[in-house]
């Protein structure tokens, strides 16, 4: 498996433009997570879906903030419109219910560098 | 609380010498706590993980020592390396199958020859 899929991996954008971040799961895992990473505030969870659902959002930090999984193999992360607070390294991760025994192991992409200026 | 608290938050170590980074939790829920290791423009990486019925767990070079009554864990790098050097995490995840981790805020560790 090539693994979880991010795209793109750079993106910078001026303040006001929308932003999609994109997102292929691993093949048969049934969750999957938005993070964002800052030097300030760390790893911080936004969104995580159970077979394409959102199931808690409470760390979506605004409503300029949006995500969708239309499907068990893609998902979205939408920022409009952007401000330069938003500035981070936002990663996609999933992992398969069935994997307890490695503590619900999270495979993480390479991430999305997101620059607004 | 769903909060783990890691320190240091930065390390440097002689080749050669043990790593030591530190974790408290408060929410006695947590049933799992893995380690994520993250190497600069990668996402973290599952290093290793224990459970809180036993008290250490030993994978070749890294150990993470359990104290429950303490609620903290730590984990050791022995014979450190330069390929060592990366950023790591401590987690903590709920039992009843609740696949939402908590991060550490992350210890970023230097090697140096």
């Known amino acids: 498996d090539a693994g979880v899929i991010q795209s793109p991996r750079h993106e910078v954008t001026e303040m006001g433009q929308e932003v999609t971040l994109r997102c292929k799961p691993i093949s048969g895992h049934d969750y999957l997570f938005w993070y964002r990473q800052t030097m300030m505030r760390g790893l911080e969870l936004l969104i995580y879906f159970n077979n394409n659902v959102p199931i808690d959002d409470s760390g979506m930090p605004e409503d300029r903030f949006s995500a969708k999984m239309p499907n068990a193999s893609f998902s979205t992360l939408k920022i409009q419109p952007s401000e330069p607070r938003d500035s981070a390294v936002y990663f996609c991760?999933?992992?398969?219910?069935?994997?307890?025994?490695?503590?619900?192991?999270?495979?993480f992409g390479p991430g999305t560098r997101l620059t607004v200026t | 609380q769903q909060q783990v608290k890691q320190s240091p938050q930065s390390l440097i170590v002689q080749k050669g010498g043990i790593s030591i980074i530190n974790c408290a939790y408060e929410n006695t829920a947590f049933d799992y706590f893995p380690w994520y290791q993250q190497f600069p423009g990668k996402g973290p990486a599952l290093l290793i993980a224990?459970?809180?019925?036993?008290s250490e767990k030993k994978e070749g070079r890294f150990t993470i020592s359990f104290n429950k009554s303490a609620k903290q864990f730590s984990l050791h790098i022995m014979d450190s390396q330069p390929g060592d050097s990366a950023t790591y995490f401590c987690?903590?995840?709920?039992?009843?199958?609740?696949?939402?981790?908590?991060f550490g805020t992350g210890t970023k560790l230097q090697v140096i020859p």
């Open positions: 224990i459970r809180p019925d036993v």
């Open positions: 987690a903590a995840t709920l039992s009843g199958g609740y696949q939402k981790v908590t």
């Open positions: 991760a999933s992992s398969l219910r069935g994997a307890r025994a490695r503590g619900y192991e999270q495979y």
